[in-house]
């Protein structure tokens, strides 16, 4: 039996496959889950302290980015691989605790967002089972996602995380990561209670700014992406930086065109993003 499992017999032995437990971490003392969906604890020993004593009050997802969900718990839960996350979320919808919350997970990497750069220390890191880009990027399954929404609604409410602190990989490291990616069903964790969404603008044939673009514009784009949150000096300059921030967001609230450039879509979706945040998060 798994350490820590909560696994019973309601779990459908047909859908069931046992998880491997890494060598590292057979050894290690269990704790109680946080979260009261959570089927099983496997213990990584990759975390820390947070910061500072920071509580956490964003939420970050990623998906594995991995061939099968054995690689990606040994890489989550193996001495030595420094990297970590407090959740992993299987195909079938069974969710794995790997850190605990109060605890600084090794998610983000090299990352920000709205001017914090410490983004472990403030947030929470769920993995979500899926290959990715590199390996054939399947959809995510529904109940998959729905095992998503009901682990994120509970850490809202526990930690009380506002709508738009809940962001992408590639969000807050938009120039090294593109998980969990355009594939993700965003709308879908927003109806019901997850996260901050707009529908997005119509695509149509307009002005567009580009790679090399410079001028007031490409100023005011930055501005109002930096406003959002995203990791980036605004310079007038539409340059590489520019470019992967705009694909990031077009992946997360844009995404059935991800090319990094600002088309009219994409710039009316960020101006009714901005709009419709809360009052406290634009000042």
């Given at each position: 039996?798994?350490?820590?499992?909560?696994?019973?017999?309601?779990?459908?032995?047909?859908?069931?496959?046992?998880?491997?437990?890494?060598?590292?971490?057979?050894?290690?003392?269990?704790?109680?889950?946080?979260?009261?969906?959570?089927?099983?604890?496997?213990?990584s020993p990759?975390?820390?302290?947070?910061?500072?004593?920071?509580?956490?009050?964003?939420?970050?997802?990623?998906?594995?980015?991995?061939?099968?969900?054995?690689?990606?718990?040994?890489?989550?839960?193996?001495?030595?691989?420094?990297?970590?996350?407090?959740?992993?979320?299987?195909?079938?919808g069974?969710?794995?605790?790997?850190?605990?919350?109060?605890?600084?997970a090794?998610?983000?990497?090299?990352?920000?967002?709205?001017?914090?750069?410490d983004?472990?220390?403030?947030?929470?890191?769920?993995?979500?089972?899926?290959r990715?880009h590199?390996?054939?990027?399947?959809?995510f399954?529904?109940r998959?996602v729905?095992?998503?929404?009901?682990?994120?609604?509970?850490?809202?409410?526990?930690?009380?995380?506002?709508?738009?602190?809940?962001?992408?990989?590639?969000?807050?490291?938009?120039?090294?990561?593109?998980?969990?990616?355009?594939?993700?069903?965003?709308?879908?964790?927003?109806?019901?209670?997850?996260?901050?969404?707009?529908?997005?603008?119509?695509?149509?044939?307009?002005?567009?700014?580009?790679?090399?673009a410079?001028?007031?514009?490409v100023?005011?784009l930055?501005?109002?992406?930096?406003?959002y949150?995203?990791?980036?000096?605004?310079?007038?300059?539409?340059?590489?930086?520019?470019?992967?921030?705009?694909?990031?967001?077009?992946?997360?609230?844009?995404?059935?065109?991800?090319?990094?450039?600002a088309?009219?879509?994409?710039?009316?979706?960020?101006?009714?993003?901005?709009a419709?945040?809360?009052?406290?998060?634009?000042?």
């Amino acid at each position: 039996m798994l350490a820590g499992s909560l696994a019973v017999a309601r779990q459908d032995p047909k859908r069931r496959r046992a998880l491997p437990i890494p060598k590292s971490v057979a050894e290690m003392k269990e704790f109680v889950p946080d979260s009261s969906i959570v089927s099983d604890v496997i213990p990584s020993p990759n975390f820390g302290e947070r910061s500072k004593g920071r509580t956490p009050d964003m939420i970050v997802l990623h998906y594995t980015g991995m061939p099968d969900v054995e690689g990606a718990l040994a890489r989550l839960c193996q001495a030595g691989t420094e990297v970590s996350a407090h959740y992993v979320v299987l195909e079938d919808g069974r969710v794995v605790q790997c850190v605990q919350e109060s605890k600084r997970a090794w998610h983000a990497g090299l990352s920000s967002w709205a001017g914090e750069e410490d983004i472990n220390s403030c947030s929470i890191g769920i993995e979500i089972v899926n290959r990715g880009h590199d390996w054939g990027y399947p959809d995510f399954p529904l109940r998959q996602v729905a095992a998503v929404i009901a682990l994120c609604r509970g850490i809202i409410i526990r930690r009380n995380v506002a709508p738009h602190r809940i962001l992408a990989h590639s969000d807050v490291a938009p120039e090294r990561k593109q998980d969990p990616g355009e594939k993700f069903p965003w709308r879908a964790l927003w109806d019901s209670g997850v996260g901050h969404w707009v529908p997005p603008a119509p695509i149509s044939r307009g002005e567009v700014m580009k790679l090399g673009a410079d001028g007031p514009e490409v100023l005011a784009l930055q501005n109002s992406l930096a406003q959002y949150g995203y990791g980036l000096t605004p310079s007038g300059q539409y340059d590489q930086a520019t470019a992967a921030v705009v694909t990031a967001f077009q992946r997360h609230f844009r995404p059935q065109k991800v090319d990094g450039i600002a088309d009219t879509s994409t710039v009316a979706t960020l101006q009714a993003l901005l709009a419709g945040r809360p009052t406290a998060a634009k000042a």
